[in-house]
């Protein structure tokens, strides 16, 4: 069974302390870190708790599922693609989300142009970046990415509000939080040297989860993205 709304009241409140202290810790000021619920493989009833607590954006990583799960939720809210995106499925994503956080290819960043020129809107997007070098992750190389920028900066229908990543695990806690500092710490360099090369500010850095958002504060995240912490473990939605 799905949690109620005040245990998700309760986690979210907990999580916004901890969000805070990681903040402190770090000699950043509270209000520079965003957190995006992850709704992913939870029933529609996960982005109405979000936006009943304020919320205003929530995360999925597949189309197809948000596309499912949208006509559920009555409340406004602002939907991010956190998820690979496949390339015959970037007119529904430039039409169904606010935001796309997983582009990482030319192609891609061309598609999803072409298709936010038809729909007579700019598209914001962040560029995921496989900064941790994780084989088992998408995003592009972080050699890459200065083609990547020009690319997208050229296409009048995007507009770049920064870089994503997410961090590889490691065999061990410990191994996973060193794989975890060192990628975090990557993501923030690269996006300081691409910022002041290419005259765009990158603002946006959206980098942490549930196991490792403290570590992504200290290293710079503006944005972490929290599903479990918030919703529990994962269930397959809809039901098979
Ligand atoms: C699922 C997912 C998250 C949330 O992960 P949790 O560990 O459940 O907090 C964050 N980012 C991406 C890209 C995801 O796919």
Redesign the pocket.
């Known amino acids: 069974m799905f949690i109620d709304y005040e245990t998700f009241r309760q986690r979210a409140d907990r999580l916004r302390q901890l969000m805070r202290q990681a903040c402190l810790a770090a000699g950043r000021p509270p209000g520079e870190v965003s957190l995006l619920p992850?709704t992913?493989t939870h029933p529609p009833a996960a982005a109405e708790y979000a936006a009943r607590a304020g919320f205003t954006a929530v995360?999925e990583?597949r189309v197809q599922e948000a596309v499912e799960k949208q006509p559920g939720v009555s409340l406004p809210l602002r939907w991010e693609l956190?998820?690979h995106l496949q390339s015959n499925k970037t007119r529904t994503a430039a039409t169904r989300f606010d935001r796309v956080q997983s582009a990482d290819s030319g192609k891609l960043l061309r598609q999803l142009d072409r298709a936010a020129g038809e729909l007579g809107r700019r598209l914001p997007v962040l560029l995921q970046i496989n900064a941790g070098q994780d084989p088992a992750k998408f995003g592009a190389d972080p050699a890459e990415a200065p083609r990547l920028l020009d690319t997208a900066l050229a296409c009048p229908g995007l507009q770049v509000d920064g870089l994503m990543t997410?961090a590889p695990l490691g065999a061990t806690p410990d191994e996973t939080a060193e794989h975890a500092r060192r990628t975090f710490a990557a993501l923030r360099l690269l996006r300081d040297d691409l910022a002041g090369r290419h005259g765009t500010p990158l603002a946006e850095l959206s980098m942490g989860?549930?196991?490792d958002f403290a570590l992504a504060i200290a290293a710079g995240s503006t944005l972490i993205?929290?599903?479990?912490?918030l919703y529990g473990p994962?269930d397959p939605w809809p039901a098979a």
């Open positions: 992850v992913k995360g990583n956190i998820g997410i989860m549930s196991g993205r929290v599903g479990t912490a994962r």
